[in-house]
């Protein structure tokens, strides 16, 4: 990895059902480029992650997402899974924390299924961005453009479809994070 994330806290959302290389294979990229990483989450303990075809491994809660603050994090990864996302867009504070990343033009990185969660903060208006391909509909009616590609970075927000992306994915969300705010990610007032 040619950048460098030294001094730079990642959160990272996300409840049971998590697609488990995709909140793995990211935490561990940033990590080796330096960056701090907190699970946040809808719920304490541990989340279980979804291996594919089956339940995988769980993962600790570092913070409760009503207890955690945007402000503390210099950037956001969601990771998906059918079932994660689809609970945490249910989930007033969860969509409160995403939409405070892009209030403040954070960088954010969303992979697979995450943009559910995206298009529940009223975010992806304007953006293009890619996406699970049965995101796609989802995605066009918020106001984002679709396009299937391994990643797309569209001023600080860095999307991918699915897992054979994450090291495409991994790639543009340590550069991204690195460059730190993005003034045109900023949402509408």
């Not at 969303?110 to 009223?122: G, M, N, R, S, V």
């Amino acid at each position: 990895m040619t950048m460098q994330l030294d001094g730079i806290k990642v959160a990272i959302l996300a409840t049971d059902g998590f697609e488990q290389s995709e909140l793995f294979e990211p935490k561990k990229a940033l990590e080796q480029a330096g960056a701090e990483t907190h699970v946040i989450s809808i719920k304490s303990g541990e989340i279980k992650g979804w291996n594919e075809n089956d339940w995988g491994d769980s993962i600790e809660v570092d913070v409760m997402v009503g207890e955690a603050d945007a402000q503390n994090y210099d950037a956001l990864l969601l990771p998906g899974g059918v079932m994660n996302p689809d609970k945490l867009r249910t989930d007033e504070k969860a969509v409160n924390f995403v939409k405070s990343f892009f209030d403040e033009g954070k960088p954010v990185g969303a992979i697979c299924h995450a943009p559910w969660t995206l298009i529940e903060a009223d975010v992806v208006k304007g953006k293009t961005v890619t996406s699970w391909a049965s995101l796609k509909t989802d995605l066009e009616n918020a106001g984002a453009k679709w396009v299937d590609r391994e990643v797309v970075t569209d001023n600080g927000l860095v999307t991918s479809r699915y897992p054979d992306d994450i090291p495409a994915f991994n790639k543009k969300i340590i550069e991204e994070f690195a460059e730190g705010m993005h003034k045109r990610q900023k949402t509408a007032a």
